[in-house]
């Protein structure tokens, strides 16, 4: 496609569930980052794919948190047995040398 | 390594008059330098990009931005503010390679416009 596609765009989901949240990147974009935004505060990283290099796993926040890349292509971000503060926007980006695109986001709500 | 730093986390400016957003920036690498804008409950929407080329870079909605590499700034301005402007901005430097240390984010600053 065009742009960064991210799905589902919302999300509810109970407390202590487990959530999928799908990134598409630009065709040839070699990297892949995931960010989270919640409510008022700025962008926390959380992890990055380049290539087929092992992932930058440095900003997640705790082991509830995982992503993987298939094929060097779209990624998942999953979340296991989810927290209130789970809640937030989720972006994913992708970027060649000198392009970077964002994805419109997840808004994920824990409830 | 490199950082960002957005010098404002807001600004206020009555319609009609220019903008001016601060954005300074180190990196030990020739940088890529992004601004994208997000308003409330929206994405982010890429306002222009600094790749090495022309140093004074033209966006859209008549926003533009100055490399300086002797100041390493990257200010974002706009002649005439919009009330439609009223968003978030941030200032992203980039380098090849990436990691977490390859894609910076500044802290934002929230643009308000006055009647």
């Known amino acids: 496609g065009a742009g960064v596609s991210q799905s589902p765009s919302n999300k509810v989901t109970e407390k202590g569930k487990d959530v999928e949240l799908r990134c598409d990147p630009i065709?040839?974009?070699?990297?892949l980052y995931w960010y989270r935004q919640s409510l008022g505060q700025g962008l926390e990283f959380l992890i990055y794919?380049?290539?087929?290099?092992?992932?930058?796993k440095s900003g997640l926040p705790s082991d509830r948190f995982s992503a993987e890349r298939t094929g060097g292509s779209v990624s998942t971000l999953t979340i296991q047995r989810t927290q209130q503060e789970d809640s937030a926007v989720y972006l994913c980006?992708?970027?060649?040398?000198?392009?970077?695109?964002f994805g419109n986001g997840t808004r994920l709500t824990v409830t | 390594a490199q950082s960002v730093t957005q010098l404002d986390s807001h600004v206020s400016v009555s319609e009609g008059t220019p903008v001016l957003l601060r954005c300074n920036y180190s990196?030990?690498?020739?940088?890529?330098l992004f601004w994208y804008v997000q308003h409330p409950n929206k994405g982010l929407q890429l306002l222009l990009k600094?790749?090495?080329?022309?140093?004074l870079v033209k966006g859209i909605n008549g926003f533009e931005a100055e490399f300086k590499k002797s100041e390493t700034s990257f200010h974002l301005t706009k002649p005439s503010a919009h009330m439609s402007d009223a968003a978030e901005y941030f200032c992203?430097?980039?380098?090849?390679?990436?990691?977490?240390?390859?894609?910076?984010f500044g802290k934002g600053t929230h643009l308000i416009i006055q009647p």
């Open positions: 980006a992708s970027s060649s040398v000198k392009s970077l695109h």
């Open positions: 600094y790749t090495s080329a022309a140093t």
């Open positions: 065709s040839g974009h070699t990297a």
């Open positions: 794919f380049q290539g087929n290099s092992a992932p930058d």
């Open positions: 992203v430097v980039t380098r090849s390679g990436g990691g977490a240390d390859g894609l910076t």
């Open positions: 990196s030990s690498y020739s940088p890529s």
